[in-house]
């Protein structure tokens, strides 16, 4: 069983596009998050959603949009893509939001954004 | 500012050998740092995770150590496997803190 899972793999779309990434954990957990990784392979944090809830949101443009329908899912919808987009977007689910406490997070296999 | 700095980028071994990778970091107050490997195409996934108090953490094959004064961490690899081909990312939480500070990552290539 797939403990974090994401939809679509890969995604080829062009610019002014809007679309979504959808995201969802098998693990009970409570927080969920979503990260942007360039092509340099810097993992960067860009939402994190605890108990349907937004906790974090890190200087992301307002063309993103996560929601969180409960705590299983965290969707990622991004309007009026632009090439700059184009990097893997990885889903993560923990069993807590902790404040310095490293619970661990368990990543979905990501999802590859091209933007043409 | 809370800064990850890992090295080296990239290191490439013989299958067999051991290496050493290390993360040094200025994030304050400091709580934990943890070490992932992602494999090429996958997402990452938590090798070892050390609080202040703890120097040396081990998980197989992989041991990591931890210098709180020094504000030092590496990852040691013994006895390379082909397998072990990945990137490592070292990530750090300060205390009060809900956005851990990550890495680069090194990119390690293990040829047979």
């Known amino acids: 069983d797939t403990a974090v899972s994401q939809t679509p793999k890969y995604l080829v779309t062009q610019m002014g596009n809007d679309k979504s990434i959808k995201c969802e954990q098998n693990l009970g957990h409570d927080t969920m998050y979503w990260y942007k990784q360039d092509s340099k392979k810097f993992l960067k944090i860009m939402f994190s959603?605890?108990?349907?809830?937004?906790?974090i949101n890190e200087t992301v443009p307002n063309r993103f949009s996560p929601k969180s329908p409960d705590k299983a899912h965290l969707n990622l919808h991004i309007n009026s893509l632009e090439l700059g987009d184009s990097a893997v977007y990885f889903c993560a689910s923990s069993q807590a939001l902790g404040s310095g406490v490293s619970y661990e997070q368990y990543f979905g296999p990501g999802t590859r954004l091209t933007v043409t | 500012k809370n800064q990850v700095e890992q090295s080296p980028q990239s290191l490439i071994i013989l299958e067999g050998k051991n290496c050493t990778l290390q993360c040094n970091y200025t994030v304050s107050p400091f709580s934990n740092l943890r070490w992932y490997k992602q494999d090429t195409g996958r997402g990452p996934v938590s090798l070892t995770i050390?609080?202040?108090?703890?120097n040396t953490k081990s998980n197989g094959r992989y041991t990591a150590t931890l210098d709180a004064d020094t504000k030092q961490s590496s990852l040691h690899i013994t006895a390379s496997q082909l397998s072990d081909s990945a990137s490592y990312i070292c990530v750090v939480s300060a205390r009060g803190s809900y956005i851990p500070t990550f890495g680069r990552g090194t990119s390690l290539i293990v040829h047979p």
């Open positions: 959603y605890n108990n349907k809830e937004l906790i």
């Open positions: 050390m609080t202040f108090s703890e």
